[in-house]
């Protein structure tokens, strides 16, 4: 049973999240937040920054800046540094801090299958049971040198920000890796039934994308059509991962090339049949969407049947069919491990989090943050990441959270609080580990397409964060932050913390273009300041 402050503390955020309406890019719009300007900035702006700031789309919006070099403690730029903004994104530099300071960057998620039952040869008499760890990389992600794949932007946003790929990894190989381990603890046959543990943490809907313990190809089916040999012919589709009783259909058509590509995307209450209506224009790139699966659980069980079924492991039980949690013992004494799955390390979980923008990565981490001190309940990981935030010395009025990824209304934090954060890790033997698993300028993850030719390239390693919505009065999208915050170069080896953003931003139409332009223009702000501060024009 919770404690009284536990469930106070629990209904607040349910109340937060009931306020909160969800839009494009997983966040929110909020209004803007005031203060009295700082005071002047030691160093004067370079002139470029103040020109991207005072163009049209930034007219009623508030810009925030602060730079500051984490080892003299010297300030270079400081604009609203004390106040407080709407983070988007750039908050995960918050959750992701506190989980890797949790559970420490070499951590490896073990996900264990038992043996339940009497053996009797090649036969077990009773269950598998897979426990599931929270392991974000059970399908779909891992490398054979151990690395996590991702793409620069990556699928779980496919139905949003146009440009999103897969990575080329089986999005069941985790599950695949089981099914022969069992084969090969002796097990021919389960006179029994598979069922998926997931007690480690209960689903909480207030973080939203919502973890569960259990996570396949991060709880998505991806769908990738492609247009036919001319206008007017079906176009194709492939989709993955292909698991029982999912499927697909698909009455999107090709048009003429140069026209407009339009997929939209509808499943039955249940998640389980897919259909894709719409146009893909003649020799276009395949355009990919998603389709959220509703029950891991009950996917997990069946991949893993079917898993099993490849791997020469014959199941009494029917693939299909709810999960039967009932069935899980109080514990697994006795019940001998007969396959495990090892993930890479934390580090590489939030290289792909913080890289790509991993909402449910980010949210993941405060209901590992809980289970860390033996709760299922996830709200239980905040006091956890409080408590590191003491440890870091970042001051802890200047963070407002209700979530793992920023896109809660509540979420709000200061340039300076950002900037101790990033501060903290430069002080500790994860420096450059930690550093480098930010987006890096021109190179990869959300800052690949800015400044790939500019001094800058490769010299400011950063998270971004985006805040947007419609403005149905106005008819053009509200961008209520866009922020980056990371590391600047100064000279090799030698790294300035900063801020830069915006809050209160519009874009001059309904098209996403504007809210892309924003995010080059912040991202600029951040070039011009790496090269103020390297002394080069």
């Known amino acids: 049973m919770s404690s009284p402050s536990v469930t106070r503390r629990t209904s607040h955020r349910r109340l937060a999240g009931a306020l909160g309406v969800l839009l494009a890019v997983a966040v929110v719009v909020i209004g803007l937040v005031q203060g009295s300007p700082s005071p002047t900035p030691p160093r004067a702006l370079d002139p470029r920054i103040t020109s991207v700031m005072h163009k049209p789309d930034y007219r009623h919006a ?19 540094a004390d106040q407080f903004f709407i983070p988007g994104s750039t908050a995960k530099l918050v959750s992701v801090s506190g989980t890797w300071h949790t559970l420490g960057s070499e951590h490896r998620f073990v996900t264990p299958v038992h043996a339940v039952g009497q053996r009797r040869d090649t036969t077990l008499k009773g269950n598998l049971d897979l426990v599931a760890q929270g392991d974000l990389t059970l399908g779909g992600r891992t490398r054979k040198d151990g690395t996590v794949a991702f793409t620069d932007i990556d699928h779980t946003y496919a139905n949003d920000v146009p440009g999103a790929t897969l990575t080329p990894e089986d999005p069941l190989a985790g599950i695949h890796h089981l099914a022969r381990q069992v084969r090969a603890s002796g097990i021919r046959r389960v006179d029994g039934d598979v069922v998926v543990d997931a007690r480690l943490f209960r689903p909480d809907p207030v973080l939203a994308p919502t973890p569960t313990p259990l996570i396949i190809n991060d709880n998505v089916i991806d769908l990738l059509t492609s247009p036919g040999a001319r206008a007017g012919t079906p176009a194709a589709l492939e989709w993955r991962p292909k698991v029982a009783p999912y499927h697909v259909t698909s009455a999107v058509r090709t048009v003429a090339a140069g026209k407009p590509s339009d997929i939209a995307v509808s499943s039955s209450p249940d998640g389980t049949r897919i259909r894709l209506s719409g146009t893909i224009a003649a020799g276009s790139a395949p355009v990919l969407r998603v389709s959220a699966v509703k029950d891991p659980n009950a996917f997990g069980r069946t991949a893993m049947i079917e898993a099993l079924k490849g791997a020469g492991v014959e199941v009494r039980a029917k693939a299909v069919g709810p999960n039967p949690a009932r069935q899980l013992p109080k514990s697994y004494q006795g019940a001998p491990t007969v396959a495990r799955y090892t993930s890479p390390t934390y580090s590489e979980y939030a290289k792909l989090i913080l890289k790509v923008s991993h909402n449910l990565g980010a949210n993941l981490g405060i209901c590992l943050m809980a289970t860390s001190t033996g709760s299922p309940d996830c709200a239980n990981g905040f006091p956890v990441l409080a408590a590191f935030l003491d440890h870091a010395k970042v001051d802890r009025r200047a963070v407002q959270l209700a979530d793992g990824r920023g896109g809660n209304p509540a979420d709000r934090t200061t340039p300076r609080a950002l900037a101790e954060i990033l501060t903290y890790w430069q002080h500790t033997r994860d420096a450059r580990t930690f550093r480098t698993s930010l987006p890096i300028l021109g190179v990869d993850g959300t800052l690949a397409d ?25 008819d053009r999208l509200a961008v209520g932050a866009e922020t980056t915050a990371g590391y600047l170069e100064t000279r090799p080896g030698r790294f300035d913390v900063f801020f830069a953003g915006v809050n209160g931003a519009s874009t001059p139409n309904a098209g996403i273009n504007g809210v892309l332009i924003s995010g080059d223009d912040v991202a600029d702000v951040a070039a011009h300041l790496q090269q103020q501060a390297s002394g080069r024009d």
Request: a positive charge.
């Open 450 to 474: 800015s400044c790939r030719s500019c001094p800058s390239r490769g010299k400011v390693f950063a998270k971004t964060g985006t805040t947007v919505g419609g403005d149905a009065l106005n």
């Open 62 to 80: 508030q810009w925030g800046l602060f730079q500051q070099n984490p080892e003299t403690g010297k300030v270079t730029q400081s604009r609203y």
